[in-house]
């Protein structure tokens, strides 16, 4: 990998290209059994990964070689990234031979193109896009936009627009929201295109005290793959420094997408 950068008027320009080379050797792992591990999305991380599978119930063979390239703009004065841009795939000089169970081989000389763009160059707007290009199909394969506007401290509303061909386009609604000094409204609305309903809506109140937090969250979700829904309602109790007690709602996502 290399870093090239310039100044230019208060702004830090770079160009970083890299280029990955991977060799695993095959050998035979059918006989072994299989938990946990699968295979990752193609995303930032997973482009220059030399694991080709999450988890360790499977070790993928590899004769490929990564490239892409990064772009960056950056404030000189205050280090904050303000616009970052990526492109990357991944070249195959040999048809990978290990594969999990139900997935398809492949004879392909390339992977998806990738590329991501984030934005976070006016003050209070954060924008991030991403797209997975299936260069021999010629189509989008995943598309991914959001968009986060921070009114002040605290207080943050997000828009997200999910599609994966053949499989899902969903719309996504969240926002953060203290009413008070240590209480805190939380929501989400996720609605689906193409099966025009809701997948998910919760919402959420939560009181921070110095030492602990007590979190309530109201949800109505799709509990079946009929499309049954179902309603839930969620207390946790954390305790600063240790540990939490009640049904995990930490993750809650209504918070900022940083």
């Known amino acids: 990998g290399l870093v090239f950068e310039r100044a230019a008027r208060r702004r830090l320009q770079t160009i970083e290209p890299r280029v990955v ?3 695993v050797p095959f050998r035979e792992q059918s006989d072994l059994p299989l938990f946990d591990t699968g295979l990752p999305d193609l995303n930032l991380v997973q ?7 999450v988890g360790a119930d499977r070790l993928g063979d590899a004769n490929q070689l990564a ?3 990064t772009g960056r703009l950056i404030d000189a004065d205050t280090g904050r990234e303000l616009i970052s841009a990526t492109v990357g795939q991944i070249r195959y000089f040999e048809t990978p031979r290990v594969r999990l169970p139900g997935e398809p081989a492949t004879t392909r000389e390339s992977s998806d193109a990738f590329a991501q763009l984030t934005v976070s160059a006016f003050e209070r707007w954060n924008v991030q896009l991403a797209q997975q290009y299936d260069t021999q199909e010629r189509r989008s394969v995943r598309s991914l936009v959001r968009v986060q506007y921070e009114f002040d401290a605290g207080r943050v509303a ?3 627009y999910r599609f994966r061909r053949g499989l899902l386009e969903q719309l996504e609604g969240s926002f953060a929201w203290p009413v008070a000094e240590s209480w805190n409204l939380y929501g ?5 295109l193409r099966d025009s ?5 919760m919402a959420g109140l939560e009181y921070r005290a ?4 007590v979190r309530l969250v109201g949800s109505r979700y799709v509990s079946s793959r009929t499309g049954e829904q179902d309603t839930g309602i969620s207390l946790q109790l954390e305790l600063n420094g240790l540990s939490n007690v009640g049904t995990e709602a930490d993750a809650f996502p209504g918070r900022p997408l940083r």
């Open 21 to 23: 080379y991977t060799y």
């Open 47 to 53: 482009l220059f990964r030399p694991e080709r599978y």
């Open 67 to 69: 490239a892409g390239a």
């Open 158 to 160: 997000n828009l997200g």
């Open 188 to 192: 989400r609305h996720v609605y689906s």
């Open 197 to 201: 309903s809701p997948i998910e809506s």
């Open 210 to 213: 110095c030492c602990w937090r």
